[in-house]
């Protein structure tokens, strides 16, 4: 936290995968309790804005007023891409704690660019002060990035971010191409700790940007050496792109459709991949863990004929 | 291998890093003989080209000839990008052994597109089937790849390849760039087992292409469980993008200089990075380690004025 403060990171979130009020058994539980671990970032920063992850129907207003008295400037509210308007009163209760607002448009490459724009309009309307397009999957290419960069520009007079996960090996690709096409606000984790194959790696995206002459404001060496001996030691593994995140990514599906696949392949004797595949092709959404089986099943079917 | 030509990959090279004869007390002995390396994969071999390396002042006549009687189709001669004109006589034997060529321009970021362009041009003209733009550094941006496969189009009648290290987290960014703008033939490896960061993941390319509707020949499955269930466990560690990698990728020179650059660094109380950024200024190349002190030499004045 320090090291990223004193390298010139400018925004740091402090949050379970899950946002506020996130750990549980359900969604896996934290080490720390949240609360200590924003008020203790928000007294080590000393340039770096505080944020944390809401998401609604997860988080609730007390965790939200909890989180501001503990110091955070800034929450990043997050919806499935379809559903921005389960975010209003959330965006009005953060507007009225004066936290700077962040919306989070997760699962992004599931509606068109121009849909998206529109669920991203309804952010801004809400009060929005910059909005995310989140490629949660990692299943973005290049040009689905800038696609709908460029739809949102055209609606939102707020700024546009981008959040990459590597499971195509794109993230810093993918960041590439958000920021040429106009996106201003990147999300990055030293060493690309995250879910999947991880997020853009901070240190390697600075590089780069420097490398364009884009100043981020960040001492490369520094971070480089955050990254290096701070966070490497302390991860249980290194971010890779192995199969089941490829499939994934590949498929562009919910990570936790994974493993219920993987057990209706066995039973109905299908490669979990062409399960996956085929209900990317159904759009399917969380929620729908039940349509495994009808695939699988009728994969099973056709296989037999 | 076997796993590798089931799943369709055209053709494998199998080489020692520095190539044919690379094996040696100086630049790391390899673990196998390399002809019986080579006559194995020839045997075992059904659909796949067998390649080897040649790098001219390391491999010579003798052991291309070796190669070719066990089994090779195909040699792929190196030269660092402005060392074209070494290559004539390798290539003139290659065809009078009636093997397929590929030119291979190491450190192709040192020159001008132009510039790397009359050298390939060159290769084209010594008997060259195809010629490889050789990103060694991983030091290259997208536009960059962009550029050199651009010019190289313009003067060239034979296709045009490109070969990445991951680096700067780029290897299948810059490999989209690259076929985006015209190149045919992309080296990959499964994991991205290679040098620095690795080079491009073969998994991960072929269920990018495929998603762009570009067929490769190559099954994504098997691929996938290739890579996952026999590379992945022979691997030491995983290719990622630490410290001493991005350093290289970001400043484009040498990999060998960077141990140089340490001792140095230690010597005039300089960080070793500021030393080879500026011998990536000075476009210092292998064989000028020398200038790795004066650097050090000259920086450590800098700071004491």
Not at 65 to 83: H, L, P, Y
Not at 150 to 167: C, D, M, Q, T, Y
Not at 226 to 245: G, Q
Request: aromatic share 4%; charged share 20%.
């Amino acid at each position: 936290m320090q090291a990223l403060d004193e390298a010139g990171v400018p925004v740091i979130e402090v949050s379970h995968g899950d946002g506020l009020g996130g750990s549980s058994l359900q969604y896996g539980m934290s080490l720390v309790e949240e609360m200590e671990l924003i008020e203790e970032a928000a007294k080590t920063s000393r340039r770096a804005k505080i944020a944390a992850l809401l998401l609604p129907g997860i988080g609730t207003k007390k965790e939200l007023q909890q989180a501001k008295d503990c110091g955070i400037q800034m929450v990043r509210i997050a919806t499935q891409c379809s559903e921005a308007d389960v975010s209003e009163q959330h965006f009005g209760l953060a507007k009225e704690l004066g936290l700077e607002t962040v919306g989070f448009l997760m699962m992004a490459h599931m509606l068109s660019p121009e849909e998206l724009a529109q669920q991203a309009k309804l952010m801004e309307s809400y009060g929005a002060d910059i909005v995310y397009i989140v490629d949660s999957a990692g299943t973005m290419l290049p040009q689905d990035v800038i696609d709908r960069v460029i739809a949102l520009k055209k609606v939102l007079n707020v700024p546009i971010g981008f959040h990459a996960h590597n499971n195509l090996g794109l993230a810093i690709g993918n960041s590439l191409a958000a920021i040429q096409a106009g996106a201003t606000n990147i999300d990055a984790s030293t060493r690309g700790l995250g879910a999947g194959s991880g997020n853009t790696q901070t240190e390697v995206l600075v590089a780069v940007l420097s490398r364009m002459g884009i100043e981020t404001g960040i001492d490369l060496f520094q971070i480089m050496d955050a990254a290096e001996y701070i966070v490497d030691p302390l991860m249980d593994s290194p971010m890779i792109v192995n199969r089941d995140a490829l499939t994934i990514g590949f498929t562009g599906v919910y990570s936790t459709f994974l493993w219920h696949a993987k057990q209706a392949g066995e039973k109905f004797g299908v490669d979990p991949r062409e399960i996956l595949i085929e209900l990317g092709r159904r759009k399917a959404v969380a929620g729908q863990e039940d349509w495994i089986l009808d695939v699988a099943s009728d994969l099973s079917s056709a296989k037999g004929r």
